[in-house]
């Protein structure tokens, strides 16, 4: 949700920030800014893409070797130029880049106006800017001592780099709730949301923790607590490589994040499994796994595909380990007084790491005793750092908005762990354990199997591109695979979609179909194969088409359905690993074909760090 880049050194700073913003556009695209300081401090913002504000930089030949930029996610305010970040205080002496929301905005607003600062914008940065600048003067502050006391007045969440423009040697960053990540160079330094606009220049790096702020100059870097003490800097090593963050050649970061399944899966378990399938092996999970194998319940909270990942994770779960699951939206598990009892233990499921509904239910959960575990992409994020223990997905940098293989990759470690719990606790036999574990080593090649359909979805999607609602059925773990259909559909297409349990369709859905409804049926073989044989019957009895996922060398749904894409045999546990494939290449080719700006959907974003 915004993406900030900061740099100081000798190079060219518009650029860096400007190829910098273009890795984070993933995070917000609806308006940029950037400030380059050189003598004088200049900033050029405009609505639009990053692209938008190239073309605005390029009018210019002003230049500099500090700077820093944004792109937003608007949360305060329409994303026209006004609202745009940079935003600069009423005095011009600080200029602020900001990702969160001040939530005593209001408040603030109002004292600053009673005492005769003037507004331009809607925003509630430029209520911090203001207020930093008022504090400054007031008390002929530094700019450090006038940012630490701001900070210290203000509530919500935040991530900023702010520019004094009388103190142009150095960057101030500061953070809460908001990601923000220092890369520490040779005669330079960066600040960024994430590593991803740094790798390409330093692979050394520091996360900030919340209530840090950091005085980053070219060549010397302080970092404090906004309560003053200072900090000894944590630095890290990291292991993420500029290729992993290019299209290599794939037309969008979508296509090429599909076809990465199968290594991105085969990185989720690699290491995990030992040699012959003999057994698993979560290093992350080492102390907690016996308590967990203990667990009267399992609570899993997420959002978006992450939820989903979660759904089908209750459904393995309660199959191999016999524990209750529960599976909550952190949105409504937060605000609900949500009932933790000893002995529970809390999942938390994210690609971002950082979404801030994620986030709060975990600290809620822990606050209440719960032990609480992460699966989650990006390394170093917060929520790792928030949590107990926790296994990474290891998928590597997800930049397509919608998630897919994130998802694959989740239900990867979510299926690890219920058989590693289930054989601790005896609910899997050691004969079942390692026919699981030998068909999971099997899945990486099944997926490269399944995605021999995307010339199929290509030409279905040039059937159905115009439709204007699709319906998408599953039973059993193929549930969540329906409503992950679902959702990739309406996020990039803009085409309204809805899953559904697939027995659930007669108490309302059937109502909708007619000739003209396309009804996507997740039917590959499993224990509800015969069952979804009839609710295709039904559909094809209303005159519904239907476009059936099914088994390779399924006799029975071919004859019915209209139209179908196989995917290998595998057991049911992992049979939405491969169902889901051809349901994201329909998504994919459909918002291309209606000319749909696929790995930036409009008003979504990638990571969603407010709440
Ligand atoms: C946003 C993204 C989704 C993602 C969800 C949860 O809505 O667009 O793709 O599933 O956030 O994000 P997380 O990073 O917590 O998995």
Redesign the pocket.
């Known amino acids: 949700m915004c993406g900030i880049i900061g740099y100081i050194g000798s190079k060219n700073a518009r650029e860096i920030i400007i190829n910098g913003l273009k890795r984070l556009e993933y995070r917000g695209y609806d308006s940029a800014g950037i400030a380059l300081i050189n003598g004088e401090t200049k900033i050029f913002k405009c609505a639009g893409r990053v692209k938008d504000l190239e073309d605005l930089v390029n009018k210019s030949s002003f230049n500099g070797t500090t700077g820093m930029g944004h792109t937003r996610w608007a949360t305060h305010g329409e994303p026209n130029e006004l609202n745009a970040h940079p935003q600069v205080s009423y005095k011009g002496n600080f200029v602020v880049v900001h990702n969160g929301i001040i939530e005593n905005y209001a408040l603030l607003k109002k004292h600053l106006e009673s005492r005769g600062v003037k507004f331009t914008s809607q925003t509630d940065t430029e209520v911090l800017a203001n207020l930093i600048e008022h504090l400054y003067l007031e008390g002929d502050l530094t700019a450090e001592q006038a940012i630490t006391l701001a900070l210290n007045r203000v509530e919500g969440a935040y991530g900023l780099v702010i520019i004094c423009t009388k103190e142009p040697d150095r960057l101030f960053a500061a953070k809460k709730g908001s990601p923000l990540v220092i890369g520490v160079g040779d005669g330079e330094n960066f600040i960024a949301s994430d590593a991803t606009p740094i790798v390409e220049y330093t692979q050394r790096v520091i996360y900030l923790n919340d209530d840090d702020i950091a005085i980053i100059k070219k060549d010397e870097l302080v970092l404090k607590s906004i309560r003053t003490k200072k900090i000894q800097p944590e630095v890290k090593e990291i292991d993420l490589k500029i290729g992993e963050i290019d299209k290599e050649g794939f037309a969008h970061f979508m296509l090429k994040e599909i076809f990465e399944q199968p290594r991105a899966i085969h990185d989720t378990f690699r290491g995990r499994v030992l040699p012959d399938n003999s057994g698993i092996m979560l290093g992350g999970l080492h102390d907690v796994i016996e308590t967990m194998a203990q667990s009267e319940r399992i609570i899993i909270i ?7 990942a979660g759904l089908v994770g209750e459904y393995i779960f309660e199959e191999y380990t016999r524990i209750p699951v529960e599976v909550e939206y ?1 949105s409504e598990f937060r605000y609900r007084n949500p009932i933790i009892r000893k002995g529970d233990i809390v999942i938390a ?7 801030a509904d ?1 986030l709060a239910a975990i600290k809620l959960a822990r606050a209440k005793g719960a032990k609480v575990i992460g699966i ?3 390394v170093g994020s917060s ?1 790792p750092r928030e949590t107990d223990a926790g296994v990474y997905t290891h998928a590597g940098p997800e930049i397509g ?3 897919t293989k ?2 694959t990759t ?1 239900v990867m470690v979510l299926a690890m762990m219920a058989f590693e719990i289930g054989h601790q606790k005896g609910t899997l036999s050691d004969s079942a354990y390692k026919d699981l574990i030998t068909e999971l080593a099997s899945i990486p090649e099944k997926i490269e199997n399944a995605l021999k359909v995307n010339d199929q979805a290509l030409e279905l999607a040039k059937i159905f591109q115009n439709t204007h609602n699709a319906l998408y059925l599953g039973r059993g773990y193929l549930f969540p695979v329906a409503l992950e259909g679902a959702l990739k559909l309406k ?1 990039i297409s803009y085409i309204h979609a809805e899953g559904y349990p697939a027995a659930e369709m007669k108490h309302g859905p059937i109502a909708l179909i007619d000739e003209k409804m396309p009804v996507v049926v997740v039917a590959t073989k499993d224990d509800t194969y015969e069952k979804v044989v009839s609710n295709i019957q039904e559909i094809k009895a209303r005159k519904g088409i239907v476009i059936a996922i099914v088994t390779e060398g399924d006799e029975i749904i071919s004859k019915m359905a209209d139209y179908v894409l196989e995917v290998p045999e595998t057991l049911p546990v992992f049979s939405g690993l491969l169902a889901v494939i051809p349901l994201q290449l329909l998504s994919y080719h459909i918002a291309v074909l209606r000319g749909c700006n696929v790995d930036q959907p409009r008003n ?5 760090t407010v709440e």
């Open positions: 997420a959002c978006g595909t992450s939820w989903h952190a499921i994210s690609q971002s790491g950082e979404t994620t989650c992409n990006v929520i908005v919608a998630s994130a998802f989740q996020e979504l974003a990638k990571s969603v």
